[in-house]
Antibody, heavy 116, light 107 residues
Framework: EVQLLESGGGLVQPGGSLRLSCVAS????????LTWVRQAPGKGLQWVSS????????FYADSVKGRFTISRDSSKNTLYLQMNSLRAADTAVYYC?????????WGQGTLVTVSS | EIVMTQSPATLSVSPGERATLSCRAS??????LAWYQQKPGQAPRLLIY???TRATGIPARFSGSGSGTEFTLTISSLQPEDFAVYYC?????????FGQGTKVEIK
């Protein structure tokens, strides 16, 4: 059974940093691209970033480019999202999802709140 | 960036009735289009990919059609558990983008 479990969310001040993690199980980790999708409170879904199975290719939404870094560690079956220079507009539930085409498995999400 | 526009924003339907949701892409995305269902407090669930292929375990009352720029999700006979928000998403190029969602509510 495929499982994705996010962690690392919390309250952070504007300009601060946070690193999200997503532990994956139930599939061959290094064979699958992974993605972060976020959802601001009461709003729709927004694609944030994706990474290939090898980690050699990464893709970012313009709204986070230069501030967020996606990475993965195959030895730990873990996906990361390093978020720097956080803004109030980054407040959202962050989901990790498999693949970078359509997403058939999702984690339960972790809430990031950027506020002073 | 391809803009995905869903209509209507809210659809009021009685249980047992048919619901038709639309999704329009600002540029052609071939058949690289997915539909998701999301209920309050839950992660999205994949319903349809490739514009018309049902995901594993999705009931046959859900069907998708279209290609290029115009897409439709049809729920043939709404069940109580189908009242939710539905999103379309393209994966034809980068960045991936979602529509703003259609809320299907009980009439």
């Amino acid at each position: 059974e495929v499982q994705l479990l996010e962690s690392g969310g919390g309250l952070v001040q504007p300009g601060g940093s946070l690193r999200l993690s997503c532990v994956a199980s139930g599939f061959t980790f290094s064979s699958h691209a992974l993605t972060w999708v976020r959802q601001a409170p009461g709003k729709g879904l927004q694609w944030v970033s994706s990474i290939s199975g090898s980690g050699g290719s990464t893709f970012y939404a313009d709204s986070v480019k230069g501030r967020f870094t996606i990475s993965r560690d195959s030895s730990k079956n873990t996906l990361y999202l390093q978020m720097n220079s956080l803004r109030a507009a980054d407040t959202a539930v962050y989901y990790c999802a498999n693949s970078f085409t359509y997403f058939d498995y999702w984690g339960q999400g972790t809430l990031v709140t950027v506020s002073s | 960036e391809i803009v995905m526009t869903q209509s209507p924003a809210t659809l009021s339907v009685s249980p047992g009735e048919r619901a038709t949701l639309s999704c329009r892409a600002s540029q052609g995305v071939s058949s690289n289009l997915a539909w998701y269902q999301q209920k309050p407090g839950q992660a999205p669930r994949l319903l349809i990919y490739g514009a018309s292929t049902r995901a594993t375990g999705i009931p046959a009352r859900f069907s998708g059609s279209g290609s290029g720029t115009e897409f439709t999700l049809t729920i043939s006979s709404l069940q109580p558990e189908d009242f939710a928000v539905y999103y379309c998403q393209h994966y034809n190029n980068w960045p991936r983008t979602f529509g703003q969602g259609t809320k299907v509510e009980i009439k």
